[in-house]
């Protein structure tokens, strides 16, 4: 679960930006958000934000607990907020939505919304991060400036995975897809993946997460064997139940010309296979916080 | 009813003896007993609890019954902390008044056997009940030269928060509003009417992140997020505190959890919000001495359990007082909570702020609340606070 919010966001220190005095200059993420039964909105702390000077030098952008959120609230209001006020940030390069911890909302409770007319509104965005799935969207998008792409979720419904698959993104670079489990919306298969497995989607991109899912090792199986492979210097299936039976997949990339490295933090597999896999890839493989199933029971990180 | 401090100037100062009230050999005594020694007392005495319900005076601990009159005794009393001994004591001295109040009790066999695993929480209305018969007994026996640093009716009020609240209130001081008083989860749903509720649930008796319990819903949806586990083993159900949070979302689980805490009396108060520093939620706790303000330390976690015990971060009182947007107002507050126990001679309070950084709103008040190991003001513990307090005054 989301315990904390951002320290941190897109190489920048984050801080939360409620009055006056919390302003440090633009060479800090500021995080607006609304607490429950808050005296002040979020859109009231946004524009207190906009109004100190040099605000318009911002480049990165957090927006955390929108307005009754946890009320089942949509992010519609305050996405048509940021939109309004988009060139009050000309030099924005870095936004998150939905910076929200399990304490003020339950991951599974978050709404979202079409978020495409808010990256439409920053062409020049290179990073853009979103937590929910429920209700969110991306509507037919062509973006030239985004490299960095990431969705986190508890469970993401194929329909937004064809969404995501259906916008030009010609300069990605990174994408993180948290792909869930099916009791929170994750109602596709490994099959849903293939148009990226292909290679013929987003021609520059380098890190592929398919990260807290519950289907890792069929994930695994798959990915081993296709196009992207061949172009991608890092392969993140962080976060998800990733066992013996998919690190045993993943051999296979000993054999690949292209060297990738490989990320499976949170995961299930054994010292015995861990060591194999280690030994048969020359690369760096990250495996931090091995995971203990309980019998068969083998929880994704981030499950709510 | 007792007005004034327990101890006066002249006796305090011919007190030649202190005497803790604990189990030995522990980290806390240990820190009690140098504190007192720093303080100028020579040899304090450690007193476990079994021993101290037997002894009609506390210093006649070691000496015959026969003999001169007893000597003057400061008496400390602590945590009994999770000591085996002082556990089966307590839990025994709670059999009659917990069968009194309509529960079933640990039977005395039970108790034998007991071997309450890390982080058990043993009926807690039993412990509470039990510990309420030897504080109530010390106080009738132990009447002549005897003072207390706090006195075990103002102890025994801090461990109510039912009885703090009541005396808050009364006093006119703000606490979270308490929307109902429910025997279980049923109950809880009928009180509580709203498409959509964040409550706190705590146990009426004892520290409020062992068992507390926050709840939320919203229209169908519902989730619990607990520091209680609760383990079935051979048809019995034992209740652990835990170190992570445990989310419930399911409504049968999270109505037996509240029925099963319900059995040892709860609270229910509104889930307030707090303010945050540095992105983390926070509270402060601030120790009294003598009903004024020592030390204050503001602790953030990222969860809605703000407990040093489970590994919050210290905001240190500076930065407090430059992030607090009405920190004469919280010192004020506390010294006004604390003036409901005027013969708590020390004590520990939680105070939670809203996000505005300026409302403030009284937690709990806890007797022994003052263990911040390493924690200091005015160059001293909060022990040393304690023990100097008393010659001071």
Redesign the interface.
């Known amino acids: 679960?989301f315990?904390?919010?951002?320290?941190e966001f897109a190489g920048q220190p984050?801080?939360?930006f409620d009055i006056e005095d919390d302003w440090q200059g633009p060479e800090v993420a500021y995080?607006v958000w609304q607490?429950?039964?808050?005296?002040?909105t979020i859109v009231e702390r946004l524009h207190r934000l906009l109004d100190q000077p040099g605000s318009e030098e911002l480049t990165g952008l957090v927006v955390g607990a929108w307005e009754r959120v946890?009320?089942?609230e949509s992010a519609k209001a305050i996405v048509k907020e940021l939109i309004r006020v988009a060139p009050r940030l000309p030099k924005l390069q870095a936004l998150f939505l939905g910076d929200i911890?399990?304490?003020e909302c339950?991951l599974s409770?978050l709404k979202l919304t079409d978020v495409s007319p808010l990256l439409a509104a920053w062409p020049k965005l290179e990073t853009f991060r979103v937590r929910g799935s429920e209700d969110l969207a991306f509507s037919p998008l062509r973006h030239e400036g985004l490299r960095h792409l990431a969705i986190e979720s508890g469970g993401l419904p194929r329909a937004v995975l064809r969404q995501v698959f259906s916008c030009e993104l010609p300069n990605l670079e990174h994408l993180e897809l948290f792909l869930g489990e099916s009791q929170y919306g994750f109602d596709g298969d490994v099959s849903d993946l293939q148009p990226l497995f292909s290679g013929r989607l987003f021609p520059r991109l380098k890190y592929l997460g398919l990260m807290n899912s519950e289907i890792a090792d069929e994930i695994a199986a798959v990915v081993v064997n296709a196009p992207i492979i061949d172009r991608i210097h890092t392969l993140d299936l962080s976060l998800g139940n990733l066992g013996d039976e998919g690190v045993r997949s993943l051999r296979a990339l000993a054999g690949k010309k292209n060297r990738t490295c490989l990320n499976i933090s949170h995961h299930y597999a054994s010292p015995k296979e861990l060591k194999a896999l280690k030994k048969a890839l020359g690369c760096l493989v990250i495996a931090d916080d091995p995971q203990e199933a309980d019998d068969d029971y083998r929880p994704i990180m981030h499950s709510? | 009813m007792i007005t004034g401090p327990s101890c006066t100037p002249s006796s305090c100062r011919t007190a030649p003896q202190v005497v803790v009230v604990g189990p030995p050999g522990t980290r806390r005594m240990e820190l009690l007993l140098a504190a007192a020694r720093r303080a100028g007392w020579h040899r304090p005495t450690a007193l476990p609890y079994p021993r101290a319900q037997l002894l009609p005076h506390p210093c006649l601990e070691g000496t015959p019954h026969r003999g001169p009159p007893p000597r003057h005794v400061l008496v400390r009393l602590d945590s009994p902390q999770d000591d085996l001994h002082t556990l089966r004591r307590l839990l025994t001295l709670g059999i009659a008044p917990t069968a009194a109040a309509g529960r079933t009790p640990l039977s005395p066999q039970q108790i034998e056997r007991l071997s309450p695993a890390r982080g058990e929480l043993v009926h807690p209305l039993q412990w509470f009940l039990g510990f309420r018969e030897l504080l109530q007994g010390l106080s009738q026996r132990w009447t002549r030269n005897v003072s207390w640093m706090s006195h075990p009716q103002a102890v025994l009020q801090m461990f109510d928060k039912h009885a703090c609240r009541q005396l808050w209130s009364a006093a006119g001081l703000p606490v979270a509003p308490s929307p109902a008083c429910p025997q279980g989860y049923d109950e809880l749903r009928q009180q509580v009417r709203s498409p959509h509720a964040r409550l706190f649930i705590k146990l009426r008796y004892g520290y409020a992140a062992a068992g507390a319990t926050a709840l939320e819903w919203h229209g169908s949806r519902l989730r619990a997020i607990s520091t209680v586990e609760t383990v079935r083993n051979a048809g019995q159900t034992r209740l652990f505190v835990s170190r992570r949070p445990q989310i419930l979302l399911d409504e049968r689980q999270i109505a037996q959890l509240i029925d099963l805490l319900a059995q040892h009396q709860i609270i229910v108060e509104e889930w307030l919000p707090k303010a945050r520093w540095q992105g983390l939620p926070f509270d402060v706790r601030l120790v009294l001495v003598g009903g004024r303000v020592r030390h204050v330390v503001g602790r953030a976690r990222a969860s809605p359990f703000t407990n040093l015990n489970l590994g919050a971060r210290r905001i240190p009182r500076d930065t407090l007082m430059q992030h607090l947007r009405a920190w004469d107002d919280l010192v004020s507050l506390a010294e006004q909570a604390a003036a409901c126990f005027p013969t708590a001679g020390t004590l520990g309070l939680d105070v939670l702020v809203l996000p505005c950084r300026r409302r403030m709103v009284l937690l709990e008040a806890n007797a022994f609340g003052d263990y911040l190991p390493g924690l200091l003001h005015a160059g001293a513990t909060t022990y040393e606070a304690a023990f100097q307090g008393y010659l001071a005054s």
């Open positions: 679960m315990e904390q919010l951002l320290e984050v801080q939360d995080r607490g429950y039964d808050d005296e002040t946890s009320e089942g911890t399990y304490e339950e409770w709510e």
